[in-house]
């Protein structure tokens, strides 16, 4: 209780209070997880920037070229990837860089404590209906010794060796949510001030809602045990509300209470969210909040990544509407 009264006290405070008044909880760190908080931020607020922008001038569109799974590179995808790469390699906390826009791996050539897994715009192909996206963030601590070659035990970690994980709505206001596994905790952007302050302290999802996301155009392929969780979502009255954008969707059950599920479909026979870069992610900051994230069987946090870009089905929300998505066998 007293941690939670704590923060409640410090709604209010910027990004910057905040992080410095709770440096206590960052294990090991002597400052540098700090700076690596105030470095995704400050990209944000670029990135912010330029999203802001999309319809004004020309950075709206595809520019002809695909990422890592062949999927085509908005020209704000590609920005996006430029000015989180460029403030994580100047701000010199991290060694490697894992991203959706990028085949391998970006080593950065510093002796950075932290390893990042981005994905730098998600949701991209919505920028030109003025519909919300976001950024997703995932921090490891680098296993191998600093001076060494970058290593495959750096980069393939799963999910439960994150030490902090967000993500940036940029939305009807900016939003940075993140965790350092003391809980969640919400800063909404104030432009005029350039400055992040404290709006949603200590965030914890219902364990139960009445919305369900799911792209229900895709019904015809989807394995038995979602069609039948769809069909009890249904008859229980639910809200279908499905954005088509992960954060997006995401942010909203977190506040309310609901589920997200991407499961296999014909075209994509594993899922096609990613665990490295998207579910880790998002399956840190909802276990923090309280809730759930699986890949209908497993744990997603401990699923052992055997590739940068390998995809997972992914269930995350409250976490008796997960336990009932997979109680409900086909
Ligand atoms: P579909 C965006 O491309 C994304 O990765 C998520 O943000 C979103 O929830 C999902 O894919 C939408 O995919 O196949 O339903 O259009």
Request: with cysteine.
């Amino acid at each position: 209780m007293i941690e939670a009264s704590r923060i409640a006290q410090s709604i209010g405070f910027t990004l910057d209070r905040f992080i410095k008044n709770n440096q206590d909880q960052f294990q090991f760190a002597t400052g540098e997880l700090s700076q690596l908080l105030r470095d995704i931020a400050l990209a944000s607020k670029v990135v912010k920037r330029e999203v802001n922008k999309a319809g004004l001038i020309d950075i709206m569109g595809p520019i002809g070229s695909s990422n890592s799974g062949g999927e085509s590179q908005q020209k704000l995808d590609v920005l996006a990837n430029i000015r989180f790469t460029r403030a994580l390699s100047k701000g010199g906390e991290v060694c490697a860089l894992i991203s959706e826009e990028t085949e391998s791996f970006v080593d950065l050539n510093n002796e950075g404590k932290y390893v990042i897994a981005i994905d730098p715009l998600d949701g991209s192909s919505n920028i030109d209906v003025n519909v919300s996206i976001g950024t997703i963030f995932s921090i490891y601590r680098r296993k191998s010794s600093v001076g060494k070659a970058i290593a495959e035990e750096d980069i393939l970690q799963k999910g439960s060796e994150q030490v902090a994980a967000g993500y940036v709505l940029y939305g009807s206001s900016t939003m940075l949510v993140y965790t350092t596994g003391h809980g969640v905790n919400g800063f909404t952007y104030e432009p005029t001030l350039g400055e992040y302050f404290l709006s949603h302290p200590d965030m914890k999802i219902p364990r139960q809602g009445k919305i369900y996301s799911i792209n229900e155009g895709q019904s015809n392929h989807f394995p038995k045990s979602i069609e039948l969780y769809v069909k009890y979502c249904k008859d229980n009255n639910y809200s279908a509300r499905y954005i088509g954008s992960l954060v997006a969707d995401f942010h909203r059950n977190l506040l309310k209470g609901g589920i997200y599920i991407y499961p296999q479909t014909l075209e994509h026979t594993t899922g096609k969210l990613r665990l490295m870069y998207e579910c880790n992610a998002l399956a840190f900051v909802i276990e923090q909040a309280g809730g759930k994230a699986s890949d209908g069987q497993n744990r997603i946090l401990d699923i052992t990544p055997k590739s940068l870009h390998q995809r997972t089905p992914f269930l995350v929300g409250s976490i008796e509407m997960v336990e009932k998505a997979e109680e409900i066998r086909g």
